[in-house]
Every structure is written in C-alpha cells, then in structure tokens.
C-alpha cells in the first residue's frame, strides 16, 4: 500500500523451474536447432564469453541455465544472482552465491557487486552474473579483462544494443572511457539475441574498431 497507487493490492508470481529441457525439447520448441546447441557448445569449449540479450521472460536465462551444463568440467565456475533461477545438477565445480537485501533492521546487504569480488578472490576460470543491472557490469569487465571467462544477461532489443548497454552501465560506474570498456569487453565475444523463447540473433565480436569507434563482428546466425 506504501507504492502502489491504484489502491488494489497485487501479487507477482515468479514462477522459477527446478528442471531443465532437454536439448531434444528445446529443439521441439523451436527454442534453437541442434547446429546452433553445437556451436555454442564448441564456443564455451574454447574459453569464448556469452551475452544473452532479450527482453523479460524472452528465454535468456534458459540459455545460461543450458550452457552451465555444457562447460567443460575441468573448469571452476562461479555464479551470482539475486533470484535462484540459475542451478545445474551436472556441472562438479560450481559455486552458487546469492544477493542479500538489507530489511528492517538488519544491517547485512550482499549486492551482485560484492558477489563478483568474491568470485575475483577465488580463482575462478568462468564468472556469470545472472542479470546485469548496474555497477556490476564494471566488475564482470575487469574479471573478463584479467582473464576469466564471462557468462551474463541484459535487457535489450537487439545483440549490438545488449552489448552496449553494458558498455553505458560500466562507463556510468567508473572512469574508463567507451573506448576503453570495448576494449575491455571483446573478450564477451558471443552474443546471443532472444526473442518470444527462440534465438533470433547470434553475432561474434571480432574485435574494436578504434578509428571507427566500434565494434568490428559478425552475424553467425
């Protein structure tokens, strides 16, 4: 009743899935084809970065939550969220952390921020952030600059548009320049647009254009 103004009390149900498609059922669904599974499996095989990029409820996290089971197990992974909608019950080496709001009285407040520094703390080959929102963004770019694979999702209307979005959100927490941040980011180099849960668009980040000022690709799908 504090914010909601038309009087009428309302309940948001996020409805959050314990059991994952199989790849036979998202092919059904028309989620992807079985060349497009293939592809992205040889793309975290060979340590390249994901962006899913896509409106609410567009399949974004279906995809993650498929390619933590498809990351090559010699490799330690390292996943923040503030929903549990992101799990794998195949993958040996995952560490799962949370967001912490601050309510009432209690002090405690663990941001996707402060998850990802643990993350830098622990060695860890793959870092995900389940949804890029703000300041994180700066965290994930620098882990990704030093190294780590990255795995994340945003809002957005189209693969380019996704990727620069996360540009704004790391220029806007820090001092680097736009240039700087592409720079920083080729790396989160496979970019995978969603749309009404079915893969509309996959680019491939080749590189920064500086004389340009952006991104040189490729449209693979």
């Known amino acids: 009743k504090f914010v909601e103004s038309s009087g009428v009390p309302r309940v948001h149900v996020r409805k959050i899935p314990k059991v994952k498609y199989t790849e036979e059922e998202f092919i059904k669904h028309k989620y992807a084809t079985q060349e497009q599974f293939n592809y992205m499996r040889d ?51 995952i560490d799962f952390q949370h967001t912490v709001e601050n309510r009432g009285e209690g002090k405690i407040e663990y941001d ?49 548009e996704g990727m620069r979005k996360v540009v704004d959100y790391v220029v806007r927490a820090t001092r680097y320049s736009v240039d700087d941040v592409y720079k920083m980011l080729i790396h989160l180099d496979t970019v995978v647009f969603m749309k009404d849960f079915h893969i509309a668009e996959i680019i491939e980040i080749k590189g920064y254009n500086e004389d340009k000022h952006e991104l040189d690709f490729v449209k693979v799908y």
């Open 43 to 93: 793309r975290i095989k060979n340590e390249h970065g994901f962006l899913f990029v896509g409106r609410g409820g567009a399949g974004k996290t279906h995809g993650v939550n498929w390619l933590l089971d498809n990351i090559p197990f010699d490799m330690s992974v390292f996943v923040s969220q503030d929903n549990e909608e992101l799990f794998s019950n195949v993958h040996p080496e």
């Open 112 to 160: 996707l921020g402060d998850l990802v520094k643990n993350a830098l703390t622990s060695d860890m080959d793959v870092i995900c952030i389940g949804e890029i929102k703000g300041d994180e963004a700066a965290l994930l770019a620098n882990a990704i600059y030093t190294g780590a694979i990255g795995i994340a999702t945003v809002h957005g209307h189209s693969a380019l």
